[in-house]
């Protein structure tokens, strides 16, 4: 059936009430995702309105995000709320390579933002938040933030978490604390490249550990603690980032073994583990031992720079507040009010979950569209580590000349051997269909021999 929006009862101009109607009916479930809409002709003759109108209720609604149009096919309801970006290099006209969460319609993202700026307006004002606040949260904020965690991570307490502004900044106050320049703190032998950006300003040394398909090998992780005396262990546990690698419990139990038995600390990257919420964070083996670091940019989003930092006492959660303090004062207050109050009212988990069953949605597109090819993935991961073809190290330059961007394996390397892969980041096309003709992009350049320079 036809989509006709009732506009009599709303304000404002003709095609303002278009708009306004398509964003109710998709909030209420009368539109749906992908939804063909009725032509502009054909909406204004049901509507008894001039034709132009409609023409921009449409253009709005696209701006708005909540519309999308296929050359050839129509118009339909976006799949996503996000934006296409006008801030990417001109050439890039898909880009694979951050490793952001999807916005599916589905997570309501910005309905709820109002909503819940609204709720703390009406509780407290919006302006209470603009002046310094407590450096890594306030006592409300932590105990709201630890509660929270309680259901992954047992012994999480308010007086042993900082508020951080994203996990970035815990990563660098983290090696500051814990190490000094010419130390080596241990990683998996590919990594986030933001903890070599981190060592490197600091002068620290990282040292890649060898790992498998499941992961760091324990075996190799306490021969490298014997020899290397590390300050810290860095690991990405839970869909590895870029590899995807989820440590097996008995993995898991391993390595807090060799952690507790070399007398050194972890790291814990749980970045990931909110989308896959059957993998224990080794935080909960050796808690004594362990900074947990927890942040919202990977399961809502990257912008909120909200993240928690779960420190093995009370006396370091000082040390860690302090070093916030000197470093950037505080999070943002009025980002940390909304998050809390999204914990607190239960929708930051549902949030999540429209989140990570759309990453499932996608990881089955990449799955159907890369049969023929190697690559490690996981169900609810936002990227997958592609092994590419011998013969195609220039596969990502190539890629970019047909205005797709991944990132090569060389981004990832700790030991300056970049590895014959590349990841592909699935959460940053702003809908399925979009990610299906970066898929398709990405297949043909897979087929072709590296000295071919056609265009996609």
């Known amino acids: 059936m036809e989509w006709t929006p009732t506009i009599s009862e709303l304000s404002g101009p003709r ?8 964003e109710a009916d998709i909030a209420a479930g009368r539109l749906v995702r992908g939804q063909q809409l009725p032509t502009q002709r054909a909406l204004a003759k049901a509507l008894g309105i001039d034709l132009t109108t409609v023409t921009r209720a449409y253009t709005e609604a696209r701006r708005r995000g909540i519309m999308e149009a296929r050359v050839g096919q129509g118009s339909f309801v976006s799949e996503t709320s996000a934006r296409r970006a006008v801030d990417l290099p001109h050439p890039i006209a898909i880009d694979l390579s951050m ?5 599916p319609l589905e997570a309501r993202l910005e309905e709820r933002i109002v909503a819940g700026l609204e709720a703390i307006r009406a509780q407290s004002g919006l302006t209470a938040f603009l002046n310094y606040q407590p450096p890594g949260g306030s006592a409300h904020e932590r105990e709201v933030a630890a509660h929270w965690m309680r259901a992954r991570v047992p012994h999480a307490q308010a007086d042993k978490l900082v508020v951080f502004p994203g996990a970035q900044t815990i990563l660098f106050n983290l090696l500051a604390h814990l190490a000094r ?12 490249p933001g903890i070599k950006a981190a060592a490197a300003q600091l002068g ?13 090998l324990p075996d190799a992780l306490a021969k490298a603690c014997r020899t290397h005396k590390p300050r810290a262990v860095y690991l990405i546990p839970t869909l590895h980032n870029p590899t995807t690698a989820t440590l097996a419990p008995e993995r898991r139990n391993a390595i807090a073994k060799i952690i ?6 972890l790291i814990e990257d749980d970045a990931y583990g909110l989308l896959d919420r059957s993998a ?13 670091a927890t942040t919202l940019s990977k399961c809502i989003a990257p912008a909120l720079r909200v993240a928690y930092l779960l420190t093995p006492d009370s006396a370091t959660q000082q040390e860690m507040r302090s070093l916030l303090q000197a470093t950037v004062q505080m999070p943002a ?15 930051a988990d549902r949030i999540i979950t429209a989140i990570r069953n759309e990453a499932i949605g996608r990881q089955q597109l990449a799955q159907r569209a890369l049969t023929a090819f190697q690559f490690q993935a996981k169900p609810a991961a936002h990227h997958l580590w592609l092994h590419l073809p011998a013969g195609r190290p220039d596969l990502a330059a190539d890629l970019l000349r047909n205005g797709l961007a991944i990132v090569a394996g060389d981004a990832f390397a700790v030991d300056g051997q970049p590895p014959h892969a590349a990841r592909v980041s699935l959460g940053a096309a702003r809908n399925r269909s979009e990610l299906s003709e970066a898929l398709r992009i990405l297949v043909g350049a897979l087929h072709r021999p590296a000295d071919t320079r056609q265009i996609v």
């Open 280 to 292: 224990s964070p080794i935080a909960n083996l050796i808690p004594e031992r362990t900074y947990l």
């Open 204 to 216: 620290i040394k990282l040292v890649g550990v060898s790992m498998d398909d499941g992961g760091i």
């Open 260 to 265: 507790r038995d070399t007398d050194t600390v």
């Open 99 to 103: 490793n952001v969460p999807p916005h």
């Open 181 to 192: 320049p010419g130390d080596a703190v241990l990683t998996e032998v590919v990594t986030f």
């Open 333 to 347: 207050p009025l980002m940390v009010a909304l998050v809390t109050h999204w914990l607190e009212s239960g929708v």
């Open 15 to 22: 095609y303002q009430r278009i708009v306004d109607a398509m």
